[in-house]
């Protein structure tokens, strides 16, 4: 092999779900020793660590590794590189700089390396795969777990590798190998078939409460005493929720890829996710953030699907606090000293409280031992300004002993999926989603007759309602009409639009 004194590969960072070309430039000196190699460009701990890794992969593949004192730089320089996906980036510049392999303009590489040349995989695949097609790089080299990930990015060619002697092979002997293709086979986050609504008992007002929610990806808070079953419902709305389009199924799954949740050679995600943290949960835990480069949290991952809060009033308030701004604008902003990030955060928020500490509070079977001074302030856990971003209230009551025991079959959540699939197919005609609908659009979209503004305006006047309460009203009538395959927006619709409001002013007026 014949030493060459400079030579330039790529990798890439990742930065929020978007991922950035990094250029790995290595420099052999012909005098010095390897005890007085650096790395230079802003690496973290485990990017510093990777020469040990490096040196050992090269001399087990049988490469060797040159006694010669090298400089590794990866730039831009001004911005913090994380992670061990560099390992095999420099393995193929060292490897270039001793000759073993020729210029790799049109190549990006990604993937740790073990002591003994095996590539395991690493995050953000798929983000790494939509940078290369934007940045009209043809060629992208992944560990095998992470390429059925990566293939599914069109205009980019997709090789999964093993091992550092299969990069290798593949540079000099191209002929012998082919791209990967896109898994057809849908991978769900942690989530197993949804249980169906066929085996809820009663609970009539609180079905037909979420189907509404379902249909216009409205946000829904459930009253009601322990055991009335408002986990087992917020469960099995995720099994009416219609699958992921191609665009969002992107964006998904770039979320998870980064988060590292997606399992070994899964492909796109195609379920909406379903996320549960438990209330003792921090802050970087649902909004995301952490040490170094921020990552995303529960929020990021709900993203496109639904973050159910179970014993909603037992989170932290400073926590709860900080959904505003994604409930608001479906992103959050994480601002660091170095950078601000933005991470996707487009979900349907599902929260869950007993009315008082107790639980009893209003329940006709149970007597509540709480003061008024408890019941308040335990209510008073939930902020006005985040309950009025929340549009459905729905009461969930005790079953009573005849509904539970009750013959009568409920419809099934394969029923129901096929109206919230047709109520959603007509908002996607408009453009959005209703509960995602510009304030520009609300007036001739939601417009109401005479007898609906009266309602309307009778619904303001007495229950108090905010200009903001005043939109989601309409919001949620909208999709009503949409479920009852309605043009306009008539009095009845607006009617139960109101009713899905009037929960609050019972418990927290």
Excluded at 468 to 483: F, G, W, Y
Aim: glycine share 10%; proline share 6%.
């Amino acid at each position: 092999m014949v030493l060459m004194a400079l030579f330039k590969t790529r990798g890439a960072a990742i930065y929020g779900i978007d991922a950035h070309l990094i250029d790995v430039e290595v420099d052999m000196f012909a005098s010095g020793n390897a005890r007085d190699s650096v790395m230079v460009g802003m690496p973290d701990v485990a990017v510093r660590e990777s020469r040990e890794r490096i040196k050992s992969a090269l001399i087990n593949s049988g490469f060797g590794y040159p006694n010669k004192r090298i400089t590794i730089n990866l730039a831009p320089a001004n911005v913090r590189k994380e992670g061990a996906g560099f390992d095999l980036p420099v393995a193929m510049g060292i490897l270039g700089a001793m000759g073993a392999v020729k210029a790799l303009d049109q190549h990006i590489f990604i993937g740790e390396l073990s002591l003994d040349g095996a590539i395991r995989p690493v995050r953000g695949a798929l983000s790494i795969a939509v940078c290369a097609r934007e940045q009209g790089i043809a060629n992208l080299i992944v560990p095998a777990e992470n390429a059925a990930e990566a293939a599914v990015v069109e205009g980019v060619n997709v090789y999964g590798v093993r091992c550092l002697a299969e990069v290798v092979a593949l540079l000099t002997r191209p002929e012998e190998f082919s791209p990967a293709v896109a898994s057809r086979n849908g991978h769900s986050e942690g989530t197993e078939l949804a249980p169906d609504f066929r085996d809820v008992r009663g609970q009539t007002m609180a079905k037909r409460a979420l189907e509404v929610a379902a249909a216009g990806v409205h946000n829904v808070l459930m009253i009601g005493p322990p055991g009335s079953g408002k986990p087992m419902l917020a469960k099995r709305l995720a099994g009416i929720l219609p699958p992921l389009t191609f665009e969002e199924a992107i964006e998904t799954t770039k979320v998870h890829s980064i988060a590292g949740t997606l399992g070994p050679g899964a492909g796109l995600l195609h379920q909406r996710p379903f996320r549960a943290p438990h209330h003792t949960i921090s802050d970087a835990g649902l909004i995301g953030g952490g040490a170094g480069i921020p990552r995303p949290g529960e929020a990021s991952l709900a993203h496109n699907g639904m973050l159910f809060l179970d014993e909603f009033p037992e989170f932290p308030r400073d926590v709860l606090e900080m959904l505003r701004q994604p409930l608001e604008d479906g992103s959050l902003s994480i601002a660091r000293s170095a950078m601000t990030l933005r991470f996707p955060s487009s979900f349907m928020l599902v929260a869950a409280m007993n009315p008082c500490k107790c639980g009893f509070y209003g329940d006709s079977t149970r007597e509540c031992r709480c003061t008024p001074g408890q019941i308040q302030h335990y209510l008073g856990k939930i902020s006005g300004p985040l309950l009025d971003r929340i549009d459905i209230h729905v009461e969930i009551p005790s079953v009573p002993f005849k509904e539970l025991r009750g013959v009568t079959t409920a419809e099934s959540s394969a029923q129901i999926r096929g109206r919230v699939e047709q109520a959603r197919t007509v908002q996607q005609t408009r453009g959005f989603y209703n509960s995602r609908m510009p304030a520009r659009d609300i007036r001739h979209i939601c417009a109401l007759d005479d007898a609906g503004e009266r309602t309307l305006e009778m619904a303001v006047r007495r229950m108090g309602l905010s200009a903001r309460a005043h939109d989601r009203i309409l919001k949620v009538a909208r999709t009503v009409a949409d479920l009852d395959h309605s043009p306009a927006v008539s009095a009845k619709h607006l009617a139960e639009a109101v009713q899905y409001r009037s929960l609050d002013r019972n418990y927290w007026t």
